[in-house]
Structures are given as C-alpha cells and as structure tokens.
C-alpha cells in the first residue's frame, strides 16, 4: 500500500511555523541532483538509501506544505532494488500531476478529473524517465494549471517552504515546494504561461523554459493551436538544470534548433542584454523586484557585459490576446472534457477561476480568428527583439510573492483575473513566441521570500541562458532555505 500522503484523501492541520524545510544530516544532506548521482554511481552511496532519506524528509515536511497529489513510496523502494541507467541514475523525483506515468492516474488538480491508471509512460515522461530518475510520486498542481498559486477551492493549499503563509506559485508548484523544501533536489515541472519560472522565483529555484520543440511534446501539447507548453525541470543548482537539458538532448534531438550540449560553467562572451523593468500590460513593477533587477543589471556590468534600457517592441494587444486564448483553452475544457478526459469528467466540479475564463472567452469567442492570427506573428516579433542583444533581463514577476488567498481561486473571478493580468506579465511572452525564458533568484524580499529575474534569448539559445546563470551563481550564490533565519 503506497503512503497515505494526498491532501485529497486527508487534509492536515496547518503547521504552527512558517519556515518548512528537511535538510539534514542523511544520505540526501545538501547535495544536488548532480552530486547524488555521482555518489550513487561511486557506489559511496545506494539508490535505497537516498530513497529512504527522501521519504523521510517527506514525511517531515509534507504535513507543513501540501506538495504531494500523490505519494507511491514502497514502489519507490522496490524500484530502488533495480538497476538504473541515465545521468541521474537512482536519484528520487516527483512528476508533475498532468503528466502520465505507467500505474498511476492523472488529475490534473482538478476535481472534475477522474481516471484510471496510466497504462504507459507519457511520451515526455518517458524522455524524463530515460535519466535514471526513481519516481516518488505526483506533485500538486492548481486546476489545468490555469492560476499563478497552487491553490483550492475545497482543499488544503501548497504552501512555500521559505514562508508557508505565503504562495508558492504555480503551476509546477508542488514540484517547486517540494524540491526548495530539500525533499527532492530535482522535480518535473512544465510551463505553460511561466509555470516553470513562476514557482521557481517564488522558491528560490532555477526554472528554464526551452525553445518550444526543445524537448518531447506531451500529447495534448502536439493538439494546441499555438504550443504554449515546455516541459522541464526545477532544481536548486545551475548544473543540475544543464546537465538534464543535455542528458535530454542525447534522447531526442529537434535538428531544427541549435544543440545545447553540455554547458559546464560561464561563458567567455561579453554579452549585450536588454533591460526591461515594467511590463507591456503597463502597470509598474514593485520597488523590491525592480530594485532586484537592477541589481542584477549592476552585477552583470561588474562581470563586463553590456546592460541597457532597451525598447520592447511587442504589440499593445498581446495581454488580451493570450488572456482571451486562455480563456479559450479553459472552454475547450469545459465543452469537451469527456471527451479529452474521458468518460467520467464532471464539468459541474470546476473551479471558479476554470468557469470564469470559460465565460470570458464565450463573450468574445468571435475574436479568436485575428486573437489566433496576432499570437502566431508574435514568434517573428520576439525574435526581431534579439538583433540588437544577446539577451534580455526582466523581472520573472510584476510584484513579490503574494500571501495565500490573494490568487484563490474562491476570489470573484473578475478581480482574480485582473490580479492574475498584474502578477504574470513577463513571462507569457516566451510561452507564445516560443522563446526560451529562465528564472533565477537573485533577491530577497522583506518578508524573506526568494525574488527571481528572468532573462530570455533567442530562439535555441538556452546555451547563453545557462551560461549568464552560471556566471550569477558564481559571482552571487544563490541563498539557502536552510541558513535563512
């Protein structure tokens, strides 16, 4: 019998302590995903014992976040007996709940979802698989991954390690909890509109969205009319996110991009990177995150790149046009969830924040021809951005990290989805274009949450992106949710 740790069967109380984290002195210590492969592949430590850390620390940890949709621990450990193959051979993981896995169902955070277990692995998950890594179980996610925070109408939300009051974002976010926490040192993660890059800057993560093709589609991705969906991972070390990338390329190569290849430290090029502080949506960003990024700018400049204030020439009408094709990706799901669900989907156990973009979208549905036909121009306008930089610097998120219920999906739809419109405004851009896009957290807010940057690069250029991160993690090593006081 797997642990009973869903927050779906059994809603815990609420810690008394806000800071919620389980490194310790056990095989996992505070080594990354990196680290513990190559002990596991010395043999100075077994798969088993890492596993059996893990599980603990989840079960230390699990009661104060909420991360887990999932928890499948003794198939963990018979796994752990048998020999593995891949870079992170025996290192243990969570997949995010939208992804299948042979044996286990797929909810999608959603209450309205009921399936039967998976009879194989997912095509992505089969390419995540491919590494090596012992899979734990699901992490939570919101609702189709459709809001900034993970969480619930009736359930218990998933909460940030660094402060468990406050949001840790979405819509990886039970992926990015559970791996701040130091349950994992890498999770699953995928990126519709910033869901890898969101939870990431709100845990003090990286979080790198690939080329749209990077890696292998999940099968719904392959159905969009525009593929907004990247998939991969959230780790705490630079290294760990680079070696994934390239352990994924040698499994599937698009030879329509560049190769990454394995990308060890910085780079020697001196870069030119375009600064942006506020949004397209118009509204400012707050002065903590504005004051990060431009520190960020100064530290870049120290090392001898080129940062300055550039022109952001996208059209005015990409906020409403991607908040009108989510609302239109919310309908779909609505009208034709049987269908893609199958045959026991309830439209009628919905969240609010699902309905009302559905509604949104149904009073605008004539729009969707020139909405589709202005988001797909938007790659080529993305790409024009990079003639004159190498990169662009931009805060990941328009505000710091908000407090649990600010984003609720139990909050009248109207004021969510403006509050929605303010907090995610960067990062969508790289979603509809197609760019990659990377958050790292360079800062620190008053409350003592992570602040992320983001940069984005060119089409295939993930190299330049994981090189600048090298660099800032050298010149400014990222804090630790386990020396935070």
Known sequence: MNSPLSPRLADEAVASYTRAHAFGDDALGNHDATAIATLIRERKLSSREVLEAAIDRAHKVEPAIHAIELAVFRQALREARQPHEGFFAGVPTFVKDNTEIKGLPTSHGS?????????????????????????????????????????????????NPWHTEYSCGASSGGSAALVAAGVVPIAHANDGGGSIRIPAACCGLIGLKPTRGRLVDSASARFLPINIIGEGVVTRSVRDTANFFAEAERYFYNPKLSRVGWVQGPGSRKLRVGLVLDSITGQRTDAETRDTVLATAKLLGNLGHHV?????????????????????????????GKQIMGPEFDKTRLDDLTQ???????????????????????????????RNYDLILSPTLAHTTPRLGHLSPATPFNELFERLMHYVSFTPLNNVSGGPGISLPMGQSQAGLPIGVHFSANHGDERSLLEVAF??????????IQDAC
């Not at 997912?122 to 995540?128: E, L, T, V």
């Not at 090596?132 to 939300?157: D, Y």
Request: glycine fraction near 8%; include cysteine; proline fraction near 4%.
């Open 308 to 336: 300055e204030e550039m022109s952001f020439n996208i059209r005015d009408t990409f906020a409403h046009d991607f908040g009108l094709y989510w609302g239109m990706l919310s309908y779909l799901m609505g009208k034709f």
């Open 471 to 480: 660099a800032l993690e050298q010149a400014a090593p990222w804090r630790r």
């Open 111 to 159: 209450d309205a979802v009921s399936t039967a277990p998976a009879k194989r692995d997912g095509a992505f998950a089969r390419q995540y698989m491919a590494q090596g890594f012992i899979c734990m179980g699901k992490s939570r996610m919101p609702e189709f991954g459709l809001n900034a925070t993970t969480e619930f109408v009736e359930h218990t939300p998933t909460r």
């Open 356 to 386: 009302g973009l559905g509604r949104m979208y149904r009073k605008q549905i004539m729009q969707t021809p020139v909405m589709l036909y202005r988001l797909k121009k938007i790659q080529q306008e993305y790409a024009a951005l990079f």
